[in-house]
């Protein structure tokens, strides 16, 4: 059974940093390639980040330069290091794993002052 755990979301304030996790069991995680979507209330679900299994990395045009994506094959885990963030930058984030397709439960980020 494919599970993804989101984890390390909170409330920063803007110009503060976040490190999201997402733990992925059931599926050979080292094959697969993964993403980061967002969803902000009243919003459509969003695409953040992606990397291949072997590190390609691709971002969203808002979060390029703040935002980095990375993953450690061993661990089964995937990271969103997320910097200088911003209050439009609050929404729910979701971990996506491609093969096979699955979503993580979410994990909430709030900007804030």
């Known amino acids: 059974q494919v599970q993804l755990v989101e984890s390390g979301g909170g409330s920063v304030q803007p110009g503060g940093s976040l490190r999201l996790s997402c733990a992925a069991s059931?599926?050979?995680?080292?094959?697969?390639?993964m993403d980061w979507f967002r969803q902000a209330p009243g919003k459509e679900r969003e695409f953040v980040a992606a990397i291949t299994y072997d590190g390609y990395t691709n971002y969203a045009d808002s979060v390029k330069g703040r935002f980095t994506i990375s993953r450690d094959n061993a661990k089964n885990t995937l990271y969103l290091e997320m910097n200088a963030l911003k209050p439009e930058d609050s929404a729910v984030y979701y971990c996506?794993?491609?093969?096979?397709?699955?979503w993580g439960q979410g994990t909430q980020v709030t900007v804030s002052s």
């Open positions: 059931g599926i050979i995680f080292s094959v697969s390639a």
């Open positions: 996506h794993s491609r093969y096979p397709s699955r």
